[in-house]
């Protein structure tokens, strides 16, 4: 049963930083991508950052010089490290893995970024 572990979500000040982690599990075929999304209340989800299975990141225009996307390719883990956090951050943040044959999401965790 493939599983998407999600944590290190919550509340923090702007200005402030979290450390968001995904851990995939039971997926028995190869893995492409890594990548988070995230969507705020009343927009469309979207993406934040991502990574190739060779380390090859692109980031939204939003988060750049800020976010930071990492894996552990041993682990199946992707991580998202998020400084100097605006409170236009807010949002549930999504894990998504992208194997060979098909794509799988997480169920998300809140970041909320009081000003």
């Known amino acids: 049963q493939v599983q998407l572990v999600e944590s290190g979500g919550g509340l923090v000040q702007a200005g402030g930083s979290l450390r968001l982690s995904c851990a995939a599990s039971g997926i028995v075929f190869r893995i492409n991508a890594m990548a988070w999304y995230r969507q705020a209340p009343g927009k469309q989800r979207e993406l934040v950052a991502a990574i190739t299975a060779g380390g090859r990141t692109n980031y939204a225009d939003s988060v750049k010089g800020r976010f930071t996307i990492s894996r552990d390719n041993a682990k199946n883990t992707v991580y998202l490290q998020m400084n100097s956090l605006k409170p236009e951050d807010t949002a549930v943040y999504y894990c998504?893995?992208?194997?060979?044959?098909?794509?799988?999401w997480g169920k998300g965790t809140q970041v909320t970024v009081s000003s």
């Open positions: 998504r893995v992208l194997s060979t044959v098909t794509t799988y």
